[in-house]
């Protein structure tokens, strides 16, 4: 299952806010085995949003949009991905109704827009707050506070599944324009996926099957001066 993640906000793009809706969603899909393919960053602009989610529904299996939902005037979220299926957003009585029972809010104690999603989509209810989120075809929409998006995302969790690849690491305490020789052999004798991370010392990342991974791991580590902190596994 590939997806694409869609995480909107002005906040974020000029860095007042650190994106960790993106970072959070990445590992989680990652461990269920999805590959995450694309995360943009949209500023809070209907057409763009409409644009973005319209071009990414059709070519991945899934995609996730965090961003503000409710009546503030800054919340544009819903009606960007209601434009990218040309739908208008409607009150969600469903919502309303969960919010009297749940939250114990009156229908006219709400502000106007709180509970609107798009025509037709199916409602997520906001186990941390109040705005609701939705799935619509294959679009899932989230809150951007990220107590109310991760808990909102728990209740589809499920619907996002993939094969799981094992993922072990080697640590280098070499420089990593040495290490390339021998990534490169690596590459060429194991079908894994390699990743070259450098800070202190450089984190090689190995991720493939079960047994492969692991006697490409055995293989580098014989091979390199081990960082302190020798090695990690399963990530
Ligand atoms: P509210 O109803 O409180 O306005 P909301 O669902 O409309 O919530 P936003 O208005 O987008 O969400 O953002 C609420 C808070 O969450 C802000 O402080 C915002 O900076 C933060 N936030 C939004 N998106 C992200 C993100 N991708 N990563 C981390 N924090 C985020
Ligand atoms: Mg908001």
Known sequence: MRVAIVTIGDELLVGDTVN??????????TERGVDVERVVTLPDRVADIARVVNEYRAAY???LVTGGLGPTHDDLTMDGVAAAFGRDVVESQEALEWLAQEG??????LAAGTADIPRGARLLKNPEGVAPGCVIGSVYVLPGVPAEMEAMFETVADEFAGEVEHVTSVVADEPESALLDRIDELRDRFDVTV???PGDSVRVKIQGGDEEAE???AWLRERVEL???AETSGE
């Open 20 to 29: 960790t809706n993106a970072a959070w969603l990445g590992e989680r899909l």
């Open 227 to 229: 960082a302190d902190i």
């Open 215 to 217: 006697a490409a791991a």
């Open 195 to 197: 990743g070259s991370y």
């Open 61 to 63: 299996d899934a995609v």
């Open 104 to 109: 114990g809010y009156a229908a006219d104690d």
